[in-house]
């Protein structure tokens, strides 16, 4: 699985930390990690919690992430700039806890994390036992099991009504304020990851053409 790490600029200074974490738990799993920054507070390309759901979007939905891992100060602003992109189901987790419930029973495909609320002592562990129970074993899977099926089935439904309520991807890029897209893509090594693990080629091209 390719898993997306994307960092907003009021915890940028912590991404180190979170990346070794999820390097830490997710690599000996087999999983592949890709850190879109930013990568410090002092970074030229600076993203907001907005722009963490608009390249949450735009990777899951073009197929150059399967997963993303994304966050701010409380983790709900990130979630629900997520939670508005197309193909998007994000979860708040905070604790090993969520990260399971969220996995057996939403099986989404992003989750957003308070880096600065209750981010203290032993946070990478914290940090590290959450990814250990997103990423080792099959998700799904329903918890209690014997409401497995049905769990199933509402997930269908949420997907199908979130499809009809919302854009596709593309559609999205060309009537967002340009602006705030170029400035979403505008990290150190989106380029690098992005167009070698994308499989959406007219949202390639259309961002190329905005970039230049």
């Not at 994307?6 to 799993?29: C, F, M, W, Y």
């Not at 197309?86 to 939403?106: E, M, Y």
Request: with cysteine.
């Amino acid at each position: 699985m390719k898993i997306a790490l994307i960092t907003e600029n009021s915890q940028a200074a912590k991404n180190g930390i979170i990346h070794d974490a999820l390097t830490t738990v997710a690599e000996p799993l087999g999983h592949q990690v890709f850190n879109y920054g930013m990568y410090s507070a002092e970074d030229k390309a600076s993203l907001t919690y907005v722009m963490n759901g608009l390249l949450t979007g735009i990777l899951l939905n073009s197929g150059a992430a399967d997963f993303v891992v994304t966050g701010c100060g409380t983790g709900m602003g990130s979630m629900l700039a997520c939670n508005a992109m197309p193909g998007v189901f994000c979860g708040l987790v905070i604790d090993p806890t969520d990260a399971f419930l969220f996995g057996q029973i939403n099986d989404g495909n992003a989750i957003s994390m308070p880096y600065a609320k209750g981010f203290g002592w032993a946070a990478e562990l914290n940090l590290q036992d959450v990814y250990a129970k997103l990423f080792d074993g099959e998700r799904g899977l329903g918890y209690p099991k014997e409401r497995a099926e049905i769990m199933r089935t509402n997930r269908g439904i949420l997907k199908d009504l979130k499809a009809a309520a919302c854009h596709d991807m593309l559609t999205v890029l060309k009537t967002v304020d340009q602006d705030l897209l170029k400035a979403a893509v505008a990290g150190e090594r989106f380029a690098e990851y992005f167009y070698a693990n994308t499989q959406d080629q007219e949202m390639a091209a259309y961002l190329k053409g905005i970039t230049g």
